[in-house]
């Protein structure tokens, strides 16, 4: 079984960065035909797709947030992480980490970690 | 960018209904759409991917289906667990989800 679980400070100031890693366990995080996500739930809102890697280092990126987004991947850790530069109160939200399966048209995510709340504020 | 918009936003029901969401994209392909149900405080859960087929472990009383634009998941006679927000999803240059629809005893 496939786990995901989400670390990284829970308050981040205005203007600064935030950063989050994701630690994959129970299955490769090399293995198979998957990308690596980042989705993020304001309080009360809906889902917003971050961004995604592949083990190849391969990277996509929502484009309303790809001008401050990167992610990075550790194979060797089984680990992947999310930055965000330049955080304002609008980036306040949960943040998961998510296993991608993507086979032809099709892309979802079979496997989410517990979610992580990031606060902006001063 | 593609659009998913989900109808009803929200619906009231009872133990045993029989109810149906339906999930319209702007563009793209129905038989693409995955469905996930989201229980307070947690994380969502996949329900159904390729429209309709049933990921492993969900209950058959959920299934979907797809035609054109549109994609519906319908359960076919709700449990009290049931009651929680869904999602549709659709891959189109990125992932893209619906509003949500929230489903209320």
């Known amino acids: 079984q496939v786990q995901l679980q989400e670390s990284g400070p829970g308050l981040v100031k205005p203007s600064q960065t935030l950063s989050l890693t994701c630690t994959v366990s129970g299955g490769s995080i090399s293995r198979g035909s998957y990308h690596w996500s980042w989705i993020r739930q304001p309080a009360g809102k809906g889902l917003e797709w971050i961004g995604r890697i592949h083990t190849s280092g391969g990277t996509n990126y929502n484009p309303s947030l790809k001008s401050r987004v990167s992610i990075s991947i550790d194979t060797s850790k089984s680990q992947f992480s999310l930055k965000l530069t330049s955080v304002t109160a609008a980036d306040t939200a949960v943040y998961y980490c998510?296993?991608?399966?993507?086979?032809?048209?099709?892309?979802?995510?079979?496997?989410w970690g517990q979610g992580t709340l990031v606060t902006v504020s001063s | 960018a593609i659009q998913l918009t989900q109808s009803p936003s929200s619906l009231s029901a009872s133990v045993g209904d029989r109810v149906t969401i339906t999930c319209r994209a702007s563009q793209g392909i129905s038989s693409a759409l995955a469905w996930y149900q989201q229980k307070p405080g947690k994380a969502p859960k996949l329900l159904i991917y390729?429209?309709?087929n049933l990921e492993s472990g969900v209950p058959s009383r959920f299934s979907g289906s797809g035609s054109g634009t549109d994609s519906t998941l319908t359960i076919s006679s709700l449990q009290p667990e049931d009651f929680a927000t869904y999602y549709c999803?659709?891959?189109?240059?990125?992932?893209?989800f619906g509003q949500g629809t929230r489903l209320e005893i």
């Open positions: 999803q659709q891959f189109n240059s990125y992932p893209h």
């Open positions: 390729a429209a309709s």
């Open positions: 998510a296993r991608g399966v993507i086979t032809g048209d099709l892309y979802y995510f079979d496997y």
